[in-house]
């Protein structure tokens, strides 16, 4: 799957809100194709609020969000899985959705998840549920990936085997947003934004300074 | 869509709750209705249509408060706002797979359950016409109240008092139904108001629950 994108998010002057209350503002940013941004900051800074605003799951405070339609998935917290339903009816669900069935190996291979295809997910544990729940983006087929700290649950081994599907997905020209307070060990050094620097009750600078 | 209604039904199917336990309900109730009113017969075979009818109704609301619910929870409602799917088809297909779990089932045993409340033979086609035409109004219904009550402390408390009204009409022409067709009236009149208002049910207020969800979902 390669994507064909010159530019697959811009972000201008943004603002974010949970609940009337304004979280974050003046933020500015773009990803381009095979790029990574990495979003950290304190807890309840707003930072899955941001990326819900990026999945369109809640309209910004003010701004602009420039990207095509049906170009972002977004993996949060919460996996979606239906634990009455094994691994491989979860996933068949979502290739169903997205209508990319011929990706279903894919995604068990590449999540190691083909031994256990027929277990139900309700069996499985922390670990398993999480990339289960991360298997469905390549499914979605859809160059840019919003993640919300992808790797809890996850050990080593499995943290490796997510590296390399993004590494793939980056390759074939997708990009990502992902929120996480650890470091990605990634091919390609991600972009980082601190985004304690646009906290609206705090200061913020110019959007060069809030790169590391 | 489809991908979607066989999920629901799949699941409903395995976890054995959903029309099971509706139906369990149905029984019940119609049971203690046909005890506390006594051997009267006569004056059973009056009220039967209707008090089917309202048994059915309140069998219907039990698996209302968990439509969107477990799907809010576990993070498939997000998912499926983002997905190439339009959040009024997610609100279909899963009213259809209540209908098919719930009202279905309640429009099958119904006539059944006529026997305890001494329901007159010619009766038993038209209660289960009556709940066939106008289950798909109940479940509609009941999901844009599931839709408004998500997310909310003792939502399904509020489920019913918020949708217990908007079922009256739907009531009033399916119990009309049951009771004409009982007594040999003609039911014309009363049932294409009845199907109408399920159709309408039907065009309408996936729009109406969708923007609700969307609402709640931020």
Redesign the interface.
Same mark, same amino acid.
């Given at each position: 799957m390669v994507y064909g994108h010159l530019m697959i998010l811009s972000v201008k002057d943004l603002s974010v809100s949970r609940g009337g209350r304004l979280l974050l503002s003046g933020l500015n940013f773009e990803v381009l194709p095979s790029e990574a941004l990495v979003l950290t900051g304190p807890n309840g800074l707003g930072k899955t609020s941001l990326l819900r605003t990026l999945a369109g799951l809640q309209p910004q405070a003010g701004g602009e969000i420039i990207t095509e339609n049906e170009t972002a998935v977004y993996a949060g917290h919460a996996d979606g899985l239906k634990s009455g339903l094994s691994v491989i009816e979860n996933l068949r669900f979502w290739a169903d959705i997205f209508a990319s069935r011929h990706r279903l190996n894919d995604a068990l291979e590449q999540f190691d998840l083909s031994d256990l295809k027929n277990r139900l997910a309700g069996r499985l544990s922390a670990g398993q549920k999480r990339r289960l729940g991360l298997a469905r983006l390549v499914l979605s087929e859809r160059p840019l990936w919003l993640l919300d700290e992808p790797t809890v649950s996850l050990d080593e081994p499995s943290r490796q085997g997510f590296y390399k599907t993004l590494q793939t997905h980056f390759d074939d020209g997708g990009g990502a947003v992902i929120v996480s307070h650890t470091p990605l060990a990634l091919a390609r050094s991600p972009k980082v934004m601190d985004l304690s620097l646009f906290a609206a009750q705090g200061f913020f600078t110019t959007e060069v300074d809030a790169f590391l | 869509m489809?991908? %979607?209604l066989m999920?629901d039904l799949? %699941?409903a199917f #395995?976890?054995g709750g959903g029309f099971g336990f509706a139906i369990l309900f149905f029984f019940i109730v119609t049971l203690l209705l046909a005890f506390g009113i006594g051997p009267d017969v006569v004056l059973l075979g009056k009220i039967a249509p209707g008090a089917l009818w309202v048994c059915a109704l309140l069998a219907c609301l039990l698996s209302l408060d968990r439509l969107f619910a477990l799907?809010y929870?576990?993070? *498939?409602l997000? %998912? %499926? *706002?983002?997905?190439?799917?339009p959040l009024e088809a997610v609100v279909f297909a899963k009213s259809c797979a209540h209908w098919i779990t719930t009202g279905l089932p309640l429009a099958l045993v119904a006539p059944l359950l006529g026997i305890f409340l001494d329901l007159p033979a010619e009766g038993y086609l038209w209660v289960f016409l009556s709940l066939l035409a106008g289950t798909p109004a109940l479940s509609m219904i009941g999901a844009f109240g599931a839709a408004l009550t998500l997310g909310l402390r003792r939502g399904g408390l509020l489920l019913s008092v918020l949708v217990l009204p908007l079922y009256v009409p739907t009531l009033i022409f399916g119990a009309e139904v049951a009771r004409r067709g009982t007594v040999g009236m003609d039911v014309q009149t009363p049932f294409l108001l009845l199907v109408a208002l399920s159709f309408g049910a039907l065009a309408l207020l996936p729009f109406a629950a969708a923007a609700v969800l969307r609402i709640n979902? #931020?």
């Open positions: - | 489809m991908a %979607l999920r799949k %699941l #395995r976890a799907d929870e576990d993070g *498939t997000d %998912l %499926l *706002t983002v997905a190439p799917i979902l #931020r």
